[in-house]
């Protein structure tokens, strides 16, 4: 399985923006769909975004639709979430999944799809 390692988090005001950063180490990252999901205090964990094996397809949930955007980087093994006018509601820990595929278009919303996680990284806004 690839070792998924998340980076990117902290503490940001309200309407700022964040990057994270999910490095792949012992597999190829060209090889796999990739999610964003996040949990909050007390809640269960939720899907964010997906981005297809070729990086021609993304799903976001509703919530942060024209605000984050997945994207891949298969020459430095890196998936990105770029996170912009974040609200307090965004606060929670982030985590990146990943998911062995041969099909190069199909992107997974649900957690159970995955087969490799990171560790994760918090992410608290302010207001």
């Known amino acids: 399985q690839v070792q998924l390692v998340e980076s990117g988090g902290g503490l940001v005001q309200a309407g700022g923006s964040l990057r994270l950063s999910c490095a792949a180490s012992?597999?190829?990252?060209?090889?796999?769909?990739m999610g964003w999901f996040r949990q909050a205090p007390g809640k269960e964990r939720e899907f964010v975004a997906a981005?297809?094996?070729?990086?021609?397809?993304?799903h976001y949930t509703d919530s942060v639709k024209g605000r984050f955007t997945i994207s891949r980087n298969n020459a430095e093994n890196t998936v990105y979430l770029q996170m912009n006018s974040l609200t307090p509601e965004d606060t929670a820990v982030y985590y990146c999944?990943?998911?062995?595929?041969?099909?190069?278009?199909?992107?997974?919303?649900?957690?159970?799809?995955?087969?490799?996680w990171g560790q994760g990284t918090q992410v608290t806004v302010s207001s």
């Open positions: 999944a990943g998911r062995r595929t041969y099909y190069g278009g199909s992107y997974y919303p649900n957690p159970d799809d995955y087969d490799s």
């Open positions: 012992g597999r190829t990252l060209s090889s796999y769909a």
């Open positions: 981005l297809s094996r070729s990086g021609g397809n993304t």
